[in-house]
């Protein structure tokens, strides 16, 4: 249907633009002088008549003057502009001019696209042969040309009623003579290039443009999602063609940056965009998945025609000095990539409808992708001579370009919504996944922590009390009492047994506290530090609260494995003689404070500590908030638990 439609409109928009330049050509009624100052006489281009030579043929007026005499000069069958299609000749125009003003008057000849070389010839009432007025080349910007402006403008002056003869000759070898021509005064015509940018819509089409381009880079930015760097290049490359097309590039570029553009060619920025829309198209529909083959096709399609624009770039200004009918193919050929590239669009979109998982998609796609086509269509049809219409300023593929990002941008606003949608499901699922993860791996430290304080209590603590009790015999106390020595090394062995079995019973305790219900945090903490009391070392002393009952039993283990690792660190490794450790329950979360007044250690270090990982670890999981203050006073942590 898209296929029908775009059809159609090409071929109404062809139809529409024949038949009136067909019936300038045959009227009978072209005239053969332009009353320049005659608001109701013909357009220049019904004026004028032409002829075209080789290149290699000298251009010298007069040798084109006894072709006019010849009859080999010809009427255009076009209006308000020169179009040969795909032509690779010089052109000359020849044009009668009158002044019928009864002022003296300054004129400007003007070509409105680009062109290699060009030049004015003029031959004045009494003179017999041509003079040439002005030379200019499109390839400098409008600030380096004899007659500063966008486009190629020639200067010539006629006195009040005076009639001269004037020949123009066009040397542009891109194969496209598609040229807007026009004769005005210098005041009509300086006034109209002052609001060009505004009466042809130009200031708020590039705004839409610009404004595009850095819509979809703030998506990139969030989503990472190459079809939105697709789109900028896109964006990019077409807006470029476009004011080169209206001679934009000209008033606001630099010399260097303009010549580029110029040497990469008009229509190849075209080709590059038409390639950046394929890669957008591929990832919009997902053509990688449904239909891989098409895919890879696209995209070798898409390599070969950058790789052809590079090769036209590199031999282009070669082939015009060495070899035209390299030229010719050069030129020719970018006509197959560029509808190549085209055709593969339709093609794709095509295929795509007949699959029902990416139908709606390519359904969505095809809308833009008409809009930009229509546009295109109507552009290249008097690209190539095929017509000679302009429907809409500044021209039919600039609006297309404007329909076309206004629905794309609005598509991947909605394929950003989506993507937002499923990273938030991911996001949620994979929080879910690491919280089970955790529970898990925490369940598993558990029970192995309660294997390993049950191995302590029912195996080694058992085994000490034996060996304590089988120390304490008449048989051996009447061994070691044989001698002083032997009798004080037996006192220092049954004090290490003391001291063994006292820390057997402190690491099944710390490992394996009281089950809640059963005692809770409270009692597992009183029990622990009056164990650590026991040895002589640093006095702990504990304030709980009498709430901590009512935590959940989770919430009362991984508190207690917090409190006991900072308890632990602070007596074994901070050499402080007073350790304090706080719980306190209020206002939705537990806060846990160890306090001691040892040596402290270097907090750029701490998290090389494997209690304190841990510690920070189980933080972590159970979304609470740590904070530690080291200093030669003593250290101070606290830990803030949500429950």
Known sequence: ???????????????????????????????????????????ISEAFRYYTE???????????????????????????????????????????????????????????????????????????????????????????????????SFPFVLEAGETAELYLRIDLHSGALYLPTYIETAEHFLAWEMTFPFERHWVWLLGFYLGSAL???????????????????????????????????????????????????????????????????????????????????????????????????????????HSLPLLQVLNNGREVVLLGLFCYGWLALLLLARARSQRRLAAYYALT??????????????????????????????????????????????????????????????????????????????????????????AIGPNLAALHFAWQGPALRQAISSSPEAAAAGHQTELLLRHLTDEVRTFSHTLLPAEPGQGGLRESMTTLTQLLNLYGGPRVHLHAGENLVGLSPALQQGAYRIAAELLNNAVRHAGATQVTVELHHEAGSLTIRVRDDGRGFDQSKASSGIGLRGVRARVEYLRGQMRLNSSAEGTHIEVVLPG
């Open 1 to 43: 249907m898209w296929l029908r439609l775009t059809l159609a409109l090409f071929l109404s928009c062809w139809l529409l633009s024949c038949p009136n330049g067909q019936a300038a050509a045959t009227s009978g009624r072209l005239s053969d002088t332009l009353l320049l100052k005659d608001p109701k006489g013909p357009h």
């Open 54 to 152: 080789p290149f290699t043929t000298p251009a010298t007026p007069e040798q084109v003057e006894t072709q006019w005499r010849a009859g080999n000069f010809r009427p255009g069958p076009w209006h308000q502009t020169l179009n040969l299609g795909l032509l690779h000749e010089r052109v000359w125009l020849r044009l009668v001019v009158r002044n019928t003003d009864t002022l003296r008057l300054r004129f400007l000849w003007s070509i409105f696209n680009f062109t290699d070389s060009a030049a004015l010839y003029c031959r004045r009432q009494g003179e017999t042969r041509f003079r040439l007025l002005s030379a200019a080349s499109s390839w400098v910007p409008a600030t380096e040309r004899a007659y500063p402006a966008r486009s190629l």
């Open 215 to 321: 819509f979809n880079l703030v998506l990139f930015t969030f989503l990472r999602d190459r079809i939105h760097i697709w789109y900028v290049a896109y964006v990019a490359c077409v807006t470029v063609f476009l004011m080169m097309e209206d001679g934009l590039d000209a008033l606001v570029l630099p010399t260097a940056a303009y010549q580029l553009l110029w040497t990469i060619g008009q229509f190849n920025l075209l080709i590059l965009a038409a390639a950046a829309g394929v890669r957008i198209m591929q990832l919009f529909v997902r053509l990688r998945s449904g239909w891989p083959r098409l895919h890879r096709a696209g995209s070798w399609l898409a390599a070969g025609a950058v790789g052809f624009v590079v090769l036209y770039a590199a031999v282009f200004p070669w082939a015009v000095r």
């Open 369 to 458: 992708y008409l809009f930009f086509f229509t546009g295109f269509a109507v552009f290249w049809s008097n690209h190539v001579g095929l017509s000679s219409f302009n429907p809409i300023y500044p021209n039919p593929l600039a609006w297309g370009l404007f329909f076309e990002l206004l629905i794309l941008s609005a598509l991947l606003t909605g394929r950003f919504r989506h993507t937002l949608r499923q990273n938030a499901r991911l996001r949620i699922r994979q929080l879910r996944q690491r919280n089970a993860q955790g529970a898990r791996l925490i369940a598993a430290q558990e029970e192995e922590r309660r294997q390993l304080a049950r191995e302590l209590h029912d």
